[in-house]
């Protein structure tokens, strides 16, 4: 179906859209009629949608479950397509704290899949790492220009409010696509003879817990 899609420059939910009949995107057989339709036809998809996250379902770095600050979490993840902005917002099952980023650092990621394609176009990273001068900043980094703004350049606004964060991006920067699917992770890496130490204790949560670059990724979409 994503062949199909690219081909005539639309989205895999304009097209689904347009054969309600077609259960299964994965799963068209030879032969099999499909109605395609123009660019602006609507899609399937939400303007806003959410998921939850189960607690407690942190891993290390070999896949195998750990114990980590609540802050990396994850709880929830929520994305809604307003007018000029996208809004995105992770729930965390603690504030993120204010710790050093030499000895602990603490990083949320959010990929964005905007061509259909299911691997990321763009990526958003909030974390304690970024900007001296602040707990948390955010950096939206354009992968196929391999182009990063600076937390002073960031496109939109981004706040951390107790166990929520909280980023608003200009649809523009993203290319205003029809289709927005979105991942999240949260991340802790904590180095107990600072940075320099090749000791480190890692744990992540993800949010879906299936992400690419694995094999049948999930997404959480939204839509136009």
Not at 59 to 80: I, K, M, N, Y
Not at 105 to 128: C, H, K, M, W
Not at 187 to 203: C, H, I, S, T
């Amino acid at each position: 179906m994503s062949a199909i899609a690219t081909r005539f420059g639309v989205s895999v939910s304009q097209v689904m859209a347009a054969n309600p009949d077609i259960e299964d995107a994965d799963d068209i057989r030879a032969g099999e009629p499909i109605t395609i339709p123009t660019p602006d036809s609507p899609s399937s998809l939400p303007r806003s949608d959410g998921i939850s996250d189960a607690r407690g379902d942190l891993l290390d770095l070999e896949d195998q479950l750990t114990f980590a600050t609540g802050a990396v979490d994850l709880t929830g993840l929520g994305a809604r397509l307003d007018a000029e902005t996208v809004f995105i917002e992770l729930l965390v099952g603690a504030p993120p704290p204010a710790a050093s980023p030499d000895v602990e650092q603490i990083t949320y990621t959010v990929n964005i899949d905007t061509n259909d394609d299911g691997e990321p176009d763009f990526r958003l990273v909030a974390s304690n790492a970024l900007e001296p001068e602040a707990d948390y900043a955010a950096a939206l980094t354009d992968l196929a220009a391999d182009v990063t703004s600076s937390p002073g350049n960031f496109p939109g606004t981004f706040e951390v409010d107790g166990a929520a964060l909280r980023f608003e991006v200009f649809r523009g920067s993203l290319g205003d696509p029809r289709r927005y699917a979105i991942a999240a992770t949260a991340e802790r890496r904590f180095f107990p003879g600072g940075v320099g130490d090749p000791e480190v204790e890692a744990a992540v949560d993800r949010a879906p817990d299936q992400q690419w670059p694995r094999a049948n990724a999930r997404w959480l979409e939204i839509g136009r």
